[in-house]
């Protein structure tokens, strides 16, 4: 599902985020990255969801080299993945049903099926009585979980999710987490960045530990 070889990443400064970095995450994974601030977890995420590219090294995404990846063909890749941002990336002068439903829009499906889709996730993520308040007067909390269904509104065949329960209280966090799985059982790969390591620890998934750009621990 996604091969990374000998990865660098190399912002001005010099700044480097991302230093000989060699992965293999398999379909149907479902694991954790984890590292302290500057590590490299937003940066590889970036990568694997075609926002940005490495400077050097090989990058292979459900079998589609993004290395050579033109800026027309990155959309396209893009449909198959479901993104939840560290800074969640809303539009926040629409509301929660409009921003959830923009990558089944992009898809061109059928109306009902985004009203189906739209009720069922806004269910799963506790948010069905929010559907039409805008999402700058949401919380924090409610704005993450507005995140976290939009990524996962299309089904994804894979869901990278940065720092996903940072601003949820632990029950609500824990519930996300056990989401996430459940759209792990359905066949999405899901990667998953945190510093919960209390919550992580419950569910005894392979962890990645990225210290300074490189894999520092891989283990189960
Ligand atoms: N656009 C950029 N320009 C320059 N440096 C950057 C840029 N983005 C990230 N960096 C630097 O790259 C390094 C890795 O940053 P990154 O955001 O990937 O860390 P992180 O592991 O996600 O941290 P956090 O846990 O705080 O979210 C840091 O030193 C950061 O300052
Ligand atoms: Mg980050």
Redesign the pocket.
Known sequence: MIQLSHVYKT???P?H?LKDLSLTIEKGEFLFIT?P???????LFKMLSAFDRPTTGGLVVAGQSLIHLSKKQAPFLRRKIGVVF?DFKLLSDKTVFDNIILPLQILGEKRHHIMNRARDVLEQVGLLDKANTLCSSLSGGEQQRVAIARAIIHRPGLLIAD?PTGNLDPKLALEIMKLFQRVNEQGTTVVIAT?DYALLEKFGKRRIH?VGGQVSQDFL
């Open positions: 912002y001005p400064g700044v985020a590292g601030s500057g590590a490299g977890k937003t940066t560290q720092e510093h990225l």
